[in-house]
């Protein structure tokens, strides 16, 4: 959909681009209805996930939408920004999926030992 937007929109000089966050620490996360012990495996979990090892911090967030409100952007149009620490781009490279057992214990489909 922003890309037809991008595309219907930018001869009249507006830009459409999509940012997309992933996990990031707010304030919504300390209001989850569960045990601090509880909440603390859950973020534990969810950094183990990210190849940064962490939560983005909603600054991060924020300067990648300055950026697209900037001048210093203006000619990208009808993108995705993903802000979400390497996730994307490293499905099975991500600390929890590289100890994951089932890939240490799978057989390696590209061995030459097949």
Known sequence: MS???AAELSPLGIRINVVAPGPIKTPIMERRQMPPEQRAAF???LQ???P????GEAEEVANVVLF?????SSYVNASE???DGGITGAIFGAPA???STWLVSSPNPFSRDR
């Open 81 to 83: 920004i993903v802000v």
């Open 3 to 5: 890309r037809a937007m």
């Open 68 to 72: 697209l409100a900037s001048d210093d």
């Open 43 to 45: 973020v534990q979990k």
């Open 52 to 55: 940064l090892g962490r939560l």
């Open 97 to 99: 999926y590289r100890a």
């Open 48 to 50: 183990s996930s990210v």
